[in-house]
């Protein structure tokens, strides 16, 4: 089992930054990628960014590119997000996710490829 604790999240006025953590325990050893994904107000839940963990490629949904970073720290099993240039509709519930596998791409870009999910934090971006 892993468990994910997300923090970080908050209230910030558009063109602001927020930086994401997610907290990683339990079997780490078995992960090969995490993600984050992110969910508006009666919206589904949608894909940000993902990144493997065992060589660090990333990869980016077009909407963050260029202004969302996703790291790790192995040494700390920690994921970061860094979102810089906050837009209003930015706003939405943040997971962080793990899998132990990948399903088929080598970037784990679907709801379905993911194993684990933390219990989310609220990225509210005014306008």
């Known amino acids: 089992q892993v468990q994910l604790v997300e923090s970080g999240g908050g209230l910030v006025q558009a063109g602001d930054s927020l930086r994401l953590s997610c907290a990683v325990s339990?079997?780490?050893?078995?992960?090969?990628?995490m993600g984050w994904f992110r969910q508006a107000p009666g919206k589904e839940r949608e894909f940000v960014v993902t990144?493997?963990?065992?060589?660090?490629?990333?990869y980016y949904a077009d909407s963050v590119k260029g202004r969302f970073t996703i790291s790790r720290d192995s040494a700390k099993n920690t994921l970061s997000l860094q979102m810089n240039g906050l837009k209003p509709e930015d706003t939405a519930v943040y997971y962080c996710?793990?899998?132990?596998?990948?399903?088929?791409?080598?970037?784990?870009?679907?709801?379905?490829?993911?194993?684990?999910w933390g219990q989310g934090t609220q990225v509210t971006v005014s306008s």
């Open positions: 990144i493997n963990w065992f060589n660090s490629d990333t």
């Open positions: 339990g079997r780490t050893f078995s992960l090969y990628g």
């Open positions: 996710a793990a899998t132990e596998g990948s399903r088929g791409g080598y970037y784990a870009t679907r709801l379905n490829d993911y194993d684990y």
